[in-house]
């Protein structure tokens, strides 16, 4: 559509994941009429976060030395372990403040028509964590769809014969939320997490 340098700014924003075509444009376009204070800025941070920016040697988790400040804290306990797919889903329980165990990061969730098995993901790292008897509890907190359910049953098959009692996370109706507007899925799932009050 466009020529040289404009064009070449939208291809490769619009191969960010999310990013479609047409905000690719409007992105490419705010660029270009932004300040170029705020312009080095954002190239500088890009810049950085490739430079400092990897994985923590213990669960994965993106650090900026070998260990992440969550493996760092002394404060946490060793015993409870919870499986994430990916960075984003410890921010996510973290900000709920209610878990003080240690996170393992698996990459990814198994998904044979993407041609992911359980080689492509940090399961192996994850049984090795496992051996020393250190961890009591593995909580499964892989997504609540096909991929994250395979990934969850996985692992629990590896996991039981090793004594650690493993769990998943509840699901079911959002808080707020009508019964009258739930799928079948999620108000079934409701059901069989259901709790004594």
């Known amino acids: 559509m466009y020529e040289g340098a404009i064009q070449d700014l939208i291809d490769e924003l619009g191969r960010l994941p999310g990013v479609g ?7 490419a376009f705010h660029v270009l009429s932004a300040d170029p204070a705020d312009v080095n800025r954002l190239a500088g941070a890009l810049r950085k976060v490739k430079e400092l920016v990897r994985f923590c040697t213990s669960c994965y988790n993106v650090a900026e030395s070998d260990r992440c400040r969550i493996c760092r804290d002394p404060r946490r306990t060793d015993e409870v372990l919870c499986v994430v797919e990916e960075p984003k889903d410890v921010v996510a329980i973290e900000r709920t403040g209610e878990f003080r165990g240690r996170y393992h990061v698996l990459g990814g969730a ?67 939320g009508d019964l009258e507007y739930a799928d079948e899925i999620t108000l079934g799932r409701a059901f069989e997490g259901r709790r004594a009050v």
């Open 21 to 27: 075509p047409k905000s690719a444009q409007r992105i």
């Open 110 to 176: 198994i998904n044979p028509l993407e041609g992911i098995g359980p080689d492509n993901l940090r399961i192996r790292e994850l049984m090795a964590r496992l051996s020393d008897g250190t961890v009591r509890e593995l909580i499964l907190a892989t997504d609540p769809n096909t991929e994250g359910e395979a990934t969850a049953t996985y692992l629990a098959l590896m996991v039981k014969p090793m004594g650690i009692s493993v769990t998943r996370l509840a699901s079911g109706l959002p808080v707020g």
